[in-house]
């Protein structure tokens, strides 16, 4: 019951999902979600041999990340629907956020902003409870600066 390949081909695309949170890239969730169409068609008796289920796989990865990337990279990194990477941008330059663990030259820290924790990195050496500035924003980590 447990080694059925829709089972493991369900299993993949959680783990494949779930990886999505420790790596980002917007790449890996839809590798998980063409592992879980072809969990769904084994399961449905449609894709009975491994051939046809990695068929299934790597053509349904294919049209979700290139049909659904776009959408979910909105999503992910806070576009508006009429946004765009400056409006991203402009959001966070010039914001004050609090230093939560030490940062130093050549070393990351961890800054939070707008309630959430965010890597960060600095030319400056900032002490936790400091106040900084952010300069620019790379992915999920910021640049700051001392106030």
């Given at each position: ?10 299993v ?79 959001e ?13 030259c050549?070393r ?40």
């Open positions: 019951m447990l080694f059925q390949p829709s089972m493991i081909w369900f993949l695309g959680l783990v494949l999902i779930l990886s999505e949170f420790a790596m980002p890239g917007i790449i890996l969730i839809f590798l998980g979600l063409g592992a879980w169409l072809a969990a769904f068609t084994a399961w449905m008796e449609w894709t009975p041999t491994l051939a046809s289920q990695m068929t299934v796989f790597t053509i349904g990865s294919l049209v979700f990340l290139t049909g659904l990337r776009r959408f979910f990279t909105e999503w992910f990194m806070g576009l508006s629907k009429n946004g765009d990477a400056r409006d991203a941008e402009e966070f330059a010039g914001k004050e956020v609090k230093v939560i663990s030490p940062i130093a050549g990351d820290g961890k800054v939070e902003f707008k309630g959430a924790s965010w890597n960060a990195r600095s030319n400056d050496s900032l002490e936790p409870g400091s106040i900084a500035i952010i300069v620019s924003r790379d992915g999920l980590s910021l640049t700051v600066r001392s106030r």
